[in-house]
């Protein structure tokens, strides 16, 4: 049966009634309208549900709420906006870095996480943190270059 | 250009007030944020019927604030068109670019413009649009003739003013001008979807003069896309909406026997089962209730036999074995077409001595189209009408597809588009709509449909296999003297939706067959040619069009078994094609692709392996006709004897597809169709058991990831002058891949690979 549960989610406390052992991601995107994490496989395999929980880059998908609890949860709504954009974001507008984009709220999030540990990745780097997210459009040149962009503006 | 009586005269909106009339609708980019997507029912009564063709209005809005809209029946599926589309209109109505809004699809709102596949968007709508917006402009420029008192020679328009010449003080805004009016202006138009023309007498600009088309327009798309305030269909909600599951068959025509609903009540959120014949899905007020109560039906990644679920089925076994698959096709080809003759290869073959006779086969698998977001739609089914939500390819089509299943006259049926994940052809976009159909008439309330990720990869229809007899003759003075290639290709264009034949009406839509697809162009100028398409066989999965249909699989025929003529000829692979070549647009790419990378003249290494050595260089090309378009590409591989694994380093791919739109964008497309294609060469293969689809997932199907990405893409334009039209570019750079590969790979290590996927151990195998 559905229980109350609080979720912090960019920087927000937020109420949310959902089953215990239903996953997040239906939680974020059914019950708070936030979009950004987007259903890809349900199995943990493609990536386009991250989000960043206490700076890991992790699949909602595959993440019952009730393993939640008190963990502070970014999804890509909690980065910028259009009008306001992180850097990340504003990295990929400037290289054009999507086709369909459904990926590409994994590759941000990946790539959120990665900087946040690592400021200045290699190119390696970057492919390794990125290797369990799919893009079947093929965008992946400019996503790595959208990365190092990020990179190289960051303090 | 003629005004009708009610001059632009029509309902006075304001710009939310018109879009809120037709249904709400907007893309993604627009004024409005997500949550206030969720639609109401449409007002009934409301014409959900398309636009007429022959009227401004279906073309275009101008709205009070100085922005417009540009309606197209054309979609985005990730390729840019909207933004390409939004260039040409933008450039004939001199309207900046970020003023001007698109929709797309949506049936009521949209002409039929046919469907958006085969790189025909920007090729066939764009002149459509083109001429939509010159006549938008004039009559523009008329209504000011007739604000101002002068004639229309006098005025001049400008990012969205018109102003009388010499006068700059005397301007109007087109906003001030249409005060918020509907265009409802005679245009003209005939013809249908590819074919239509609009606005025949529309003079458009001088392409010389443009300023817009030809420039890196940045994507109206991808700001939103990024920030996660993009709505792709996946995220449409509508009031009062249920979520619903499929329950597939477990073998691919397996009966449905029994559904034992035992503890599906207990599911929090459940509302019931909804079955029809062979169609079994579940609803329920979540999606979570959904997803579980369609597992305990059966639903999950890998069962284990036709009754693992709580839905009993058939026992079903009718696939051919998978390694028999390409018998199988030669078996069922039913039609057999010349593409190419020419001379007499027989004779050829029995007057040739001293000559090199080279027979080879070919063998490509099924692929999927793997979109990485699953098919998903919502429908409202009425008693008397219905509205689809869908990212189809081919709103207008599957509009009428629904219709005929629902038995609801067409004027009655509204699908409004939204953008899905891209789909690279016929995926399951359009049978998911037929499934949300299905169950929303059951249940009498509106219905979200999306596929888990076993029912995309498991029932998607798929690109076929295809298997291909080569035989060449080079003389003894290494001549090339005869070509013979024959391709056994399954119905590609088979259209039938698995929903209705889930429910017992098979043909209520849809054809197969292979239509007008074109499965190659053949090329070359030997004297003695025979090439022949044996069409139409059957291969149990269901087919459909994936990105360049067999053009990609016979490319990598073609292409690789020149290499095959060269390397008997001894001579170096771009020369050998060259000299039996006479289309000047394949010599030029084919030779700004060698500049670019600097190719050097020489035959293809086939140096013989010395044991388990280092990795080895090697370099390949080839080229493609596909549409009008030419592509070249050459790539460096570097192969591993001890894996078998194959790296791909820097990849130059010369492009011409005629004056390109935006340039960044062509880039992007061909940067997309070079991985896609690769992951197609290196990884990819559905595999399958007697009942049914076995790769169900991303390990059961891998695709390329990030580890396996070449080093470097550089893209030449060829040809990128107003003397060309733009040929569509969403596709052509696929073909010539998986050819390139396999020559590089004999260029490195002598040994040829004829087979898809080049998985590494099928190169360590073939390297003996
Ligand atoms: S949707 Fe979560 S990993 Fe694919
Ligand atoms: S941009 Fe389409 S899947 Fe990555």
């Not at chain 1, 890509?76 to 906006?81: A, F, H, K, N, Q």
């Not at chain 2, 069922?332 to 027979?359: E, F, P, W, Y």
């Not at chain 2, 219709?403 to 899905?420: C, N, Q, S």
Request: with cysteine.
């Amino acid at each position: 049966m559905p229980q109350n549960t609080t979720l912090n989610i960019n920087g927000k406390d937020q109420a949310v009634s959902v089953e215990p052992d239903s996953m997040l991601i239906y939680a974020l995107r059914n019950n708070l309208g936030l979009h950004g994490p987007r259903f890809g496989c349900g199995l943990g395999e493609c990536g386009a549900c991250t989000v960043v929980i206490d700076g890991e880059a992790i699949r909602s998908c595959i993440t019952p709420v009730s393993t939640i609890g008190t963990s502070k949860i970014t999804t890509l709504e909690g980065l910028g906006t259009v009008d306001n954009p992180h850097p990340l974001q504003k990295a990929f507008i400037q290289e054009q870095a999507a086709q369909c984009g459904y990926c590409i709220n994994g590759m941000i999030m990946a790539a959120k996480a990665l900087l946040d540990h690592t400021p200045h990745p290699s190119r390696d780097d970057i492919k390794e943190a990125l290797d369990g997210n799919l893009c079947r459009c093929g965008t992946h040149m400019r996503i790595v270059r959208a990365i190092e962009r990020a990179a190289s503006q960051a303090e | 250009m003629k005004q009708n009586e009610s001059g632009i005269g029509g309902a006075q909106l304001n710009r939310r007030g018109f879009l809120q009339a037709s249904g709400g609708l907007v893309v993604a980019f627009s004024l409005f944020n997500a949550t206030e997507i969720a639609v109401a029912e449409p007002a009934a009564g409301r014409s959900v019927a398309s636009p007429p063709a022959g009227k401004l209005y279906a073309w275009l809005a101008v709205h009070p604030d100085n922005t417009a809209t540009l309606f197209t029946g054309k979609v985005e599926t990730g390729n840019g068109v909207l933004t390409a589309l939004a260039q040409i209109a933008a450039e004939e109505l001199d309207l900046p670019i970020d003023r001007l809004d698109v929709v797309m699809g949506t049936t009521s709102q949209t002409v039929d413009q046919g469907p958006s596949y085969g790189s025909m968007t920007v090729r066939y709508a764009g002149p459509q649009i083109r001429q939509a917006a010159a006549a938008g402009r004039q009559v523009l420029i008329d209504l000011a003739a007739k604000h101002f008192g002068v004639s229309s020679n006098q005025l001049v328009a400008r990012e969205g003013t018109i102003t009388i010449l010499g006068s700059s003080d005397r301007s109007i805004t087109y906003g001030k001008l249409v005060d918020g009016k509907r265009l409802d202006v005679d245009i003209g138009a005939s013809g249908e979807r590819f074919a239509m023309k609009v606005a025949p007498e529309a003079r458009t600009k001088d392409p010389s003069t443009y300023t817009v088309v030809g420039k890196s327009v940045k994507r109206k798309d991808i700001p939103g896309k990024v920030t996660g305030e993009f709505t792709y269909v996946q995220d449409v909600k509508v009031d009062g909406m249920l979520h619903g599951r499929v329950v597939r068959p477990y073998g691919v025509e397996s009966r449905l026997l029994s559904v034992d609903e035992n503890g599906l009540k207990d599911i929090p959120g459940f509302v019931q089962v909804v079955r029809r014949e062979n169609f079994l899905g579940v609803v329920a007020e979540t999606e979570w209730g959904a997803i579980q109560a369609a597992e305990k039906l059966g639903s999950t990644l890998n069962p284990s036999g036709p009754d693992d679920g709580q839905a009993k089925w058939s026992n079903w076994n009718g696939l051919s074995p998978m390694d028999q698959i390409w018998d199988t096709l030669r078996q069922t080809a039913g039609i057999n077409r010349s593409v190419a003759s020419t001379g007499s290869v027989d004779i050829a073959l029995a007057s040739q001595s001293g000559g090199q006779v080279l027979k080879a086969t070919y063998k490509t698998p099924f692929q999927m189209h793997g979109s990485i977001g699953p098919s998903c739609a919502i429908a409202d089914v009425k008693s008397d009408r219905a509205t689809l939500w869908s990212g189809t390819q081919m709103p207008h089509e599957t509009r009428g597809d629904i219709a005929k299943i629902l038995g609801i006259p067409l004027d009655d049926v509204e699908l409004r588009w939204f953008e899905a994940s891209g789909g690279y052809g016929r995926n399951g976009l359009d049978h998911s709509v037929a499934d949300a159909a299905i169950m929303s008439q059951e249940v009498g309330r509106p219905v979200r449909v999306q596929w888990m990720r076993w029912d995309e990869h498991g029932w998607e229809p798929k690109g076929p296999p295809i298997v291909q007899d080569l035989l060449g003759i080079v003389d003894k003075d290494g001549n090339a003297i005869a070509w013979r290639h024959h391709m056994w290709v399954p119905t590609i264009t088979d259209t039938h939706l698995i929903a209705p034949a889930l429910i017992g009406k098979p043909d209520v839509t849809g054809i197969t067959g292979t239509g007008a697809t074109p499965v190659i162009r053949y090329v070359y100028t030997f004297d003695n040619t025979d090439v022949a398409v044996h069409d139409e066989g059957r291969v149990g999965l269901l087919t459909a069009w994936l990105r360049s249909p067999a053009q990609f699989e016979t490319t990598f025929a073609m292409e690789s078994f020149i290499d095959e003529m060269a390397v008997a000829a001894g001579q170096d692979p771009l020369a050998f094609r060259l000299a039996h070549i006479d289309d000047p647009r394949a010599i030029a790419v084919l030779k700004a692709a060698a500049e670019k990378y600097g190719w050097v003249s020489r035959p293809a290494g086939g140096k013989k392996l010395q044991g388990a050595g280092k990795p080895v260089q090697g370099r390949g090309i080839a080229w493609v006709n596909r549409d009008d378009v030419r592509v070249a590409t050459i790539a460096d591989v570097t192969v591993d004897p001890a894996s078998g694994q194959i790296k791909v380093g820097r990849v130059v791919v010369a492009h011409d597809c005629g004056l390109v739109v935006n340039p960044d964008g062509l880039r992007n497309q061909v940067e997309g169709n070079v991985i896609q294609s690769l992951s197609r060469t290196l990884h990819e293969e559905v595999t399958f058991d007697r009942a049914h689809v076995t790769s169900r997932d991303w390990e059961g199907y891998p695709i390329l990831r990030f580890s396996d990405i070449p080093d470097s893409i550089d893209v030449v334009l060829v040809n990128n002058t107003p003397q060309y039209p733009s040929y569509g570019a969403g596709e052509p750079a696929t073909n010539p891949t998986a050819a390139v590969i396999s020559n590089a790979v004999f260029d490195a290590v002598g040994v040829r690979l004829r087979q898809t996927p080049f998985r590494p151990e099928r190169v360590k195998a073939a390297m003996g």
